[in-house]
């Protein structure tokens, strides 16, 4: 035991009082020791845990929204613009165009009843959209139908 504290590995509280203990107090005493030093270590574990992540956090770049295609405002044919109600020569983004489009096929009662995800055009949209044999169509490929309305600004 004197080596062991020569080197500092024990708290000098539990050496001071092991003389006048058993040896049942004293294993009592070093399995405290024991279990407040494996407390502290877990409560490192997660100190350290919880800083890796605060630090990945702040070493991960910014993530930049893409600048896409359907953000940019474009020409659109005055025979869409017409069709929209718009001004002619007034400039839309095709996600704006699509929305308006999507709103008057809803709210003309085009959309089919079982399945609303889906309309058939009446004559004057069918025109627009370049639709020789009217067909059901979906709300997804209404953008196909209307690329040829759009150029670059």
Not at 80 to 98: A, D, F, R, W
Request: with cysteine.
């Amino acid at each position: 035991m004197s080596s062991q504290n020569a080197n500092n590995a024990e708290p000098v509280e539990s050496v001071v009082h092991t003389e006048n203990l058993t040896l049942d107090e004293q294993f009592k005493n070093v399995c405290a020791d024991i279990q407040k030093i494996s407390g502290t270590a877990r409560h490192l574990q997660l100190t350290v845990k919880e800083l890796q992540r605060h630090v990945k956090n702040a070493c991960k770049p910014k993530k930049v929204k893409k600048h896409t295609v359907m953000h940019d405002p474009m020409t659109v044919s005055p025979e869409l613009l017409k069709y929209l109600k718009q001004s002619p020569g007034t400039k839309m983004t095709k996600s704006e165009t699509m929305k308006a489009v999507s709103g008057i096929i809803k709210s003309t009662g085009l959309q089919n009843e079982e399945n609303k995800r889906q309309f058939t055009p009446d004559k004057k949209l069918a025109k627009i959209l370049n639709m020789s044999p009217i067909k059901s169509i979906t709300f997804v490929e209404l953008n196909k139908y209307l690329s040829h309305h759009f150029s670059p600004a």
